[in-house]
């Protein structure tokens, strides 16, 4: 009986301890509840940025495609077979210098025999002449000869082209890709040898609305950009306008020259390009961290300082502002309405406020916006 009685009495002091835990936990929860319902929710910790004028310059942004400014795959003319190569893939070339060499001993011979006739020719005509200064032959005889010396002549220069569409030469100078063809091969009229591209200058070509065509011309300054190398931007400026708007997408085609001295820029490559405007425009930028994206409108929280009339202290309060967004650029973006310059804007948390939410602002660990942001590669 008396270990059931100790028993007992242990989990009597047992259920008072639970209880008393319990009550005390009630407790605070229900001073927290009277707390909240006359003081509001605790402050919310936010960053914060000065909304700021600065001056843009204005651009019109698109996706291009570089192309050479002379570019060709280097054919024959004639069919032959190939007796000398003499370049290497990916050489450089000057105009003229020899790449392919044709068998010519056919046009060779046939020259020996033209050249021969034409000398034949040329000493009748010089005979026809001289018989003509003494009265000795008619005109028509002498002309005959100077007939005659023509077609050798001419036959004579007919084989030379041959000969010389036999020896393939660069009509520019510039880059060469792949090898085409091997040492023994017959080609046939128009087979291809090798790509020749000239690379400095090389073109990019890209494609605009038509509404920006008052706004585009000739030697504005343009931005290009590539993948291949993205820390690299890179100066041209407009080189031509086509003035045929294309029928199906309302958009006209404009191309702009880039130098290209170390020919990091190939033939085909995509690249993102921007037209600069002539005029700076003011804007009004915030971070883009600010602004609060839903499906009918964006919005930023403003920081205001207001007058709590029990305390009688000044409180951190935001006010939700809906938005107009114009051009970002970096870690910034443009506002067009709604935002005027000074002032304060939250740049994170913006996801757990409502308007009229307290907040206090701890700059200590906010991110450094950037116009042209440099993220580490982590």
Do not use: C
């Amino acid at each position: 009986m008396r270990k059931i009685f100790l028993f007992i009495l242990g989990l009597a002091v047992i259920f008072a301890v639970i209880g008393g835990i319990k009550f005390l936990q009630i407790g605070q929860l229900i001073a927290a509840g009277k707390e909240f319902a006359k003081n509001g929710p605790p402050p919310e910790a936010v960053t914060t940025a000065t909304a700021r004028e600065d001056f843009w310059e204005p651009t019109i942004s698109a996706v291009g495609s570089l192309s050479a400014v002379q570019g060709v795959i280097v054919s024959s003319e004639t069919p032959g077979k190939i007796v000398k190569i003499s370049f290497e893939a990916g050489s450089t070339v000057k105009t003229g210098d020899l790449l392919v060499q044709l068998d010519t001993s056919l046009e060779e011979a046939l020259l020996r025999s033209a050249e021969a006739n034409a000398a034949l020719v040329g000493l009748t005509l010089q005979r026809a002449k001289e018989l003509r200064a003494r009265n000795a032959n008619s005109q028509s005889e002498l002309d005959t000869a100077e007939a005659q010396a023509k077609q050798a002549d001419a036959q004579a220069d007919n084989i030379r082209a041959a000969i010389a569409k036999k020896m393939i030469k660069a009509p520019f100078a510039g880059r060469l890709g792949i090898r085409l063809v091997n040492l023994g091969q017959t080609l046939s009229a128009g087979d291809g040898i090798v790509s020749l591209q000239a690379l400095d200058p090389i073109y990019a070509d890209f494609m605009l609305p038509q509404q920006y065509l008052p706004q585009i011309a000739v030697n504005q300054p343009v931005r290009l950009k590539s993948d291949a190398f993205p820390d690299k931007v890179m100066e041209g400026k407009v080189t031509a306008i086509n003035p045929e708007v294309d029928a199906a997408t309302r958009n006209f085609r404009v191309q702009a020259t880039f130098s290209n001295p170390g020919e990091q820029l190939h033939p085909g490559m995509f690249t993102s390009v921007d037209v600069v405007l002539p005029s700076k425009e003011k804007v009004i930028i915030i971070p883009a961290t600010s602004v609060l994206h839903s499906t009918f409108l964006d919005t930023v929280f403003i920081v205001e300082e207001a007058l709590n009339k029990e305390t009688g202290k000044q409180e951190k309060t935001v006010r939700q502002q809906s938005v107009r967004l114009g051009e970002r650029r970096g870690d910034f973006v443009v506002v067009t309405s709604g935002v005027k310059a000074g002032e304060t804007v939250v740049t994170s948390g913006v996801f757990k406020l409502r308007n009229g939410s307290k907040v206090t602002v701890d700059n200590s660990l906010a991110p450094d916006a950037q116009l042209a942001p440099k993220p580490s590669d982590t």
